[in-house]
């Protein structure tokens, strides 16, 4: 069958691009024939227009911009900033012609999919998914009958962020879906009160695949060892998550590995670009792969824990989205590894975590997601 994945868009999020990864070679191992739509973030030319018409008027009026559109990365800079990230998905993801506006979509047709699969990752969070009615399929019109499979979709928090009129296109789509799997336990209510369908909670996709899978990954692209380190990654850095890797590594005394850019990219350090690069995706799943411990506040930074068994603590990321860690940590019966910034925290009190458990669970969670994909016919 022929299968078009929907997902956040490729860029440079380590998680995300291995999610797209896992998912895709999930459904190539089955027998598909698959690719990943290729759509980047700027998804409207409206949305486009407005960033321009901002940034010009508060440049005339010699006004303070808004962050959010006051600093616009040129296709220099990215291509710098993305270089080893964009090496992995040219090297590892099959995509789609690129489709630089959603108005442009409708290129898609050209494939003939027999089936899309929208997921993982947030792709039904507005907040993340600019025209969010695209990621519930609403270019699939009038056209012949096809597959609409949602695997491990994520509203990416508990609180309702749809506004009225989004919510009631994305009800009458969803129940044009075949199939539907979400990936947190509040999602599966969140489907039923609001939009009257029904879903099952699923794994994310990086799940789905053995440690030997990224092993082989990181053997293919030869990274260096980093034995007994402190594997840290913080999307977003605190004076309270500083306190708690600060207590860790004063218990641990490890070298620490921070798989991030030395700096982040913005008007005052574009002169300096070399030092915002991302490093390469495999650095980061060797970092996993050797560490003796883990402090993240990232959901796939806590995924990739639990996939090369390391013992971690999981730092509770409300702005990005909180449901999605106490899902998973309830899931795996690790509650405890959660912890709150601004909340008391005593390492010592951690108990050691039993990953022969963790197998257990993650075997009967891989069993259930495989017989959703094969009840929808993937």
């Not at 739509?37 to 303070?64: A, H, N, W």
Request: glycine share 4%; net charge neutral.
């Amino acid at each position: 069958m022929k299968i078009g994945i929907l997902t956040q868009p490729l860029h440079t999020n380590y998680g995300g691009l291995l999610q797209a990864f896992a998912l895709q070679q999930v459904l190539i191992r089955r027998g598909h024939e698959v690719l990943t739509v290729d759509i980047p973030f700027r998804r409207t030319k409206l949305m486009e227009l407005k960033g321009i018409v901002y940034r010009s008027l508060t440049k005339i009026l010699d006004r303070q911009a808004d962050p959010i559109f006051s600093f616009r990365p040129t296709k220099e800079e990215m291509a710098v900033v993305a270089q080893h990230t964009r090496r992995f998905i040219k090297e590892n993801i099959q995509t789609s012609e690129r489709i630089p506006w959603v108005e442009d979509i409708s290129r898609l047709k050209q494939y003939n999919f027999e089936a899309y699969v929208v997921g993982s990752d947030q792709v039904w969070r507005p907040k993340y998914s600019p025209g969010i009615s695209t990621f519930f399929l609403d270019f699939l019109k009038g056209e012949a009958p096809v597959k609409r499979i949602a695997y491990a979709a994520s509203f990416g928090t508990d609180k309702w962020e749809f506004k009225a009129d989004e919510a009631q296109l994305c009800k009458q789509l969803a129940k044009r879906f075949d199939a539907i799997s979400v990936r947190e336990d509040s999602a599966v209510s969140q489907c039923r009160e609001k939009f009257d369908v029904a879903a099952i909670q699923v794994p994310d996709p990086t799940l789905l695949l053995d440690q030997q899978d990224y092993v082989q990954l990181i053997h293919k692209d030869k990274v260096a060892e980093k034995k007994n380190s402190l594997m840290l990654y913080l999307l977003d850095q605190s004076p309270e998550k500083k306190a708690v890797v600060d207590q860790v590594n004063q218990e641990l005394s490890l070298e620490v590995n921070s798989v991030m850019p030395a700096k982040k990219l913005s008007r005052e350090t574009r002169h300096t670009v070399e030092d915002c690069v991302f490093p390469p995706v495999t650095e980061w799943l060797r970092g996993f792969m050797d560490a003796e411990f883990v402090v993240t506040d990232s959901f796939h930074g806590t995924i990739f824990s639990l996939i090369f068994q390391k013992p971690f603590l999981a730092i509770g990321n409300t702005h990005r989205g909180l449901s999605r860690f106490t899902s998973l940590l309830k899931l795996f019966e690790l509650e405890e590894r959660l912890v709150v910034p601004g909340q008391d925290f005593k390492f010592q009190s951690l108990a050691p975590i039993d990953f022969s458990k963790v197998e257990s669970i993650l075997a009967r969670e891989r069993e259930r997601a495989f017989k959703f994909l094969s009840d929808s016919g993937l």
